[in-house]
């Protein structure tokens, strides 16, 4: 559904600091690392609730230098290890991310609405993050694991669009809000994939959202 890896164009700052995967847990290298919840305001929360808004999971890898990074292969393995409703948020937020930073907040609800539809289909898999690693689908599966997330302040803004999301799509079907109604595809609006000929759509932004199934 993305034509190609995510550009990396938004520019390093202090904060934008790239996170490296433990290899083996808790031992990558002899480096010690700790898990901690962030809050979208980047403190420190409770596991589970910071004033009742579910905190922003990073694990921090300290090494004798301190420096911290956060790749795509660490999101993944995030995935693989918190409680299912967080695996979602962090796999639909790194979605968000990488197809969308760059869009606007309607464009970035559309695309975790195409996600969070297919998932309820349930034709690409049953979760979020089955349904967003499924292959050749979402930039997920095709960016490179060593990607680096530089841009915190959009992903964190990506974190709080895929709650909202998940929460969204818990509604009655006559509750929820629908920007692209049906739309289980999409493509930017540079390219036209075979699936999307002779077809309309509805245009957000950069990218165009199809009805196929």
Same mark, same amino acid.
């Given at each position: 559904?993305?034509?190609?890896?995510?550009?990396?164009?938004?520019?390093?700052?202090?904060?934008?600091?790239?996170?490296?995967?433990?290899?083996?847990?808790?031992?990558?290298?002899?480096?010690?690392?700790?898990?901690?919840?962030?809050?979208?305001?980047?403190?420190?929360?409770?596991?589970?609730?910071?004033?009742?808004? /579910?905190?922003?999971?990073?694990?921090?890898?300290?090494?004798?230098?301190?420096?911290?990074?956060?790749?795509?292969?660490?999101?993944?393995?995030?995935?693989?290890?918190?409680?299912?409703?967080?695996?979602?948020?962090?796999?639909?937020?790194?979605?968000?991310?990488?197809?969308?930073?760059?869009?606007?907040?309607?464009?970035?609800?559309?695309?975790?609405?195409?996600?969070?539809?297919?998932?309820?289909?349930?034709?690409?898999?049953?979760?979020?993050?089955?349904?967003?690693?499924?292959?050749?689908?979402?930039?997920?599966?095709?960016?490179?694991?060593?990607?680096?997330?530089?841009?915190?302040?959009?992903?964190?803004?990506?974190?709080?669009?895929?709650?909202?999301?998940?929460?969204?799509?818990?509604?009655?079907?006559?509750?929820?809000?629908?920007?692209?109604?049906?739309?289980?595809?999409?493509?930017?609006?540079?390219?036209?994939?075979?699936?999307?000929?002779?077809?309309?759509?509805?245009?957000?932004?950069?990218?165009?959202?199809?009805? /196929?199934?």
């Amino acid at each position: 559904m993305t034509s190609a890896a995510p550009k990396q164009h938004h520019s390093r700052s202090a904060q934008d600091q790239p996170l490296e995967p433990p290899q083996s847990r808790g031992k990558a290298l002899g480096h010690k690392f700790r898990l901690e919840v962030i809050n979208p305001s980047g403190t420190a929360c409770p596991p589970v609730h910071c004033n009742g808004v /579910i905190g922003l999971l990073f694990v921090r890898l300290r090494t004798a230098r301190w420096r911290q990074t956060l790749k795509l292969s660490m999101l993944l393995w995030l995935a693989t290890v918190l409680p299912h409703h967080l695996a979602d948020q962090t796999c639909l937020a790194t979605t968000v991310y990488l197809e969308a930073r760059s869009e606007s907040t309607i464009g970035q609800f559309a695309v975790a609405e195409v996600a969070m539809r297919r998932r309820e289909r349930g034709q690409w898999g049953n979760t979020v993050c089955d349904v967003v690693t499924a292959p050749h689908q979402f930039a997920l599966s095709t960016t490179p694991k060593s990607f680096d997330v530089t841009n915190l302040e959009a992903f964190q803004k990506a974190w709080q669009i895929a709650g909202q999301s998940i929460e969204n799509w818990k509604l009655p079907v006559d509750e929820r809000r629908v920007l692209v109604p049906r739309a289980d595809h999409f493509a930017t609006v540079a390219v036209t994939p075979n699936w999307s000929r002779n077809r309309s759509g509805t245009t957000i932004g950069d990218h165009t959202f199809y009805a /196929i199934n």
